[in-house]
Every structure is written in C-alpha cells, then in structure tokens.
C-alpha cells in the first residue's frame, strides 16, 4: 500500500476498437439525443402553453420531460465526443459530478414515474376525489419533496463513495462514471458502501416498483368494468407506461449487481444505454406523442404561431 499510486483522473471505458464501430455509436448515440432533446421539448411547449393542458397529469410530463432533458444530457454528449476523439480521460471532480447527477436524476425519475402511476390510479379508480387529492399544492410540495430528498440520496452516495481511497487500476468499465464500478476499482474496505446502496436499492427502487404495480393492478382490475372499447383504449395506453418502468428498472439493476469480473465492452455499453437513455427517449412518445389530447394543443400551438406570422 506505502508504494501504490493515488488515482487522479479516471479512464472511461472506451467504445468498441475501429473508426466504423466508433461513427456508428456516435451516430446512434446523437440521433437517440437528438430525438430524446427535440421530444421533450415539444412536451414542454404544448404543456405550457396550451391552457387546457394546465392540469396535474401534464405537470408532472412536464417535469419530467425536463428532467429526462437533463438526465441524458449528463452522460451522451460526453460520450459522443469521447467516441470520436479517443479522450476517455475524466477528473476525479468531473467522476464526482456525474455520478451526483447520474443518481439524482435516476432518482427523481423512478420518484415521477411512481407519483404519475399514483395519478392514473386516482383519476381511474377514485374521479370524484380526484380535483381534491390531486391539488395543485400537492403537486408542487410532492414534487419538491422529491427533488429535495433526490439531493440528499445523491449527495449521501456521492459523498460515501469519494470517501474512499482509489490507488488501483483507474479504467471505469462504463461509458460515463458510475457508482459500482468506482466501488470495484477502491483499494479500501467498501462493505458498508456495498450494504448501504443495496439497502437504499431495495427501499427505493423495490418500494416505488411495488407502489406501481399496485396501482396498476387496481387500475387494470377497474378498467375491467368499463365497457369494451374503452377497456382496449385504456390498456393500450397502460401497458407501454409499465413496459418503461420495467427496462429502467431492470437495466438498471443489471448494471448495479453485475459482477465485478464482468467487464465485456458491448454488455457494458448496452445495459447503461437501456437505464440512461432509453427510458428519455420513449418518455415523450408513450406518455404524451400518442396522446389525443396532446396532438390536439400541437395542433393548436401550431395555428397560433401560424396565425402571429
């Protein structure tokens, strides 16, 4: 130990040797960016500026079309500028910031998509209480409870984590900096970091993916009594909500209880890609895009910037 080295920068793992393999990530990762960015800015603007749209469904598709904005925008474009430049070089401050972000906005969105699942259940299983629940003080404080407890989650695993000592091998087997692999790569005891983010894994993650099961459970077993086509119509628009929530949470997981020996390039870049950009990317076009309230404000929005010209 008195002659190891301390880590000073990292090295993110770089994406798969040959210039065509390396265009054809970038070209993949930018158009999924492109699309994520361009998506969920078009939820933002119908969402604010059609007045019909002023409700607490599409506050909170709002709020987390800027936060899946922001959550790929930590991670991507880094990574398509290492893919072109060969620079897998990252500070230990800069490892720092990217996983506070990485895991406040992992965070944050399992929090939205569970308070979203909760709204559903409301506006399906109880209408006549809904404009009570689901008030907009209720919005505003459950989403800032969820910020603010996201600040603390992350900061408690950032600052645990950086507590360590790294004066082994430096490479990151990800594409950006991530919690379990800076784990693997400390020279000191990290039991209690081990133990701590599973513990917070089970709470979080297992405690919102039951709350959302549940309530799509009870919504299911309600819409049941509706007649048939609009039994369909619901399910239709039901299942590729659960279909998201179970790709976040299952990639994710994957990432997080892979095994330490595991290093493969392509299984890496793939299981980070499914938790951190896909979940942004079909955001905008399950909750929103094929929503017949939404293409109507597009509609809207668009003849009343057509009308100002």
């Known amino acids: 130990m008195a002659n190891s080295t301390m880590v000073i920068e990292f090295l993110l793992l ?47 598709l709002r709020n987390l079309s800027i936060l899946d904005m922001c959550y790929i925008s930590i991670t991507v474009p880094n990574a398509c500028v290492n893919s072109l430049t060969g620079n897998q070089v990252i500070s230990v401050g800069g490892c720092a910031t990217q996983i506070f972000l990485v895991i406040f906005c992992a965070y944050v969105e399992i929090m939205f998509l569970t308070i979203m699942a909760w709204d559903r259940y409301v506006a399906i ?70 133990v701590l983010l599973l513990l917070s894994a089970v709470v979080v993650c297992g405690g919102c993916f039951s709350f959302i099961t549940m309530s799509y459970i009870r919504i299911f077993s309600a819409m049941l009594k509706f007649p048939t086509r609009e039994t369909g119509k619901a399910f239709s628009t039901c299942i590729p909500h659960i279909l998201v929530v179970s790709v976040f949470f299952i990639s994710g997981t994957g990432v997080y209880v892979r095994p330490s020996a595991t290093s493969d390039t392509l299984q890496s870049i793939i299981l980070s890609a499914f938790y951190s950009m896909v979940p942004p ?23 009343l910037f057509s009308g100002k010209r």
């Open 14 to 60: 770089s994406f798969p040797d040959g210039w065509n393999m390396r265009v054809f990530y970038f070209t993949l990762f930018i158009v999924t960016y492109l699309g994520t960015m361009l998506g969920n800015l078009l939820i933002i603007t119908v969402t604010t500026a059609d007045q019909n749209l002023h409700t607490p469904m599409y506050f909170f």
């Open 125 to 194: 299983c109880q209408p006549l209480q809904y404009p009570i629940i689901m008030n907009p003080q209720f919005c505003v404080h459950i989403t800032l409870a969820s910020l603010l407890s996201g600040l603390v989650y992350a900061g408690v695993h950032t600052g645990n984590t950086f507590k360590l000592s790294f004066c082994q091998s430096n490479i990151v087997h990800q594409f950006f900096c991530d919690l379990p692999s800076l784990l693997r790569l400390s020279c000191s005891d990290t039991t209690s970091n081990m």
């Open 281 to 303: 990317f079909l955001n905008p076009l399950i909750y929103s895009l094929r929503n017949k309230q939404v293409k109507e404000a597009v509609r809207r929005v668009k003849q």
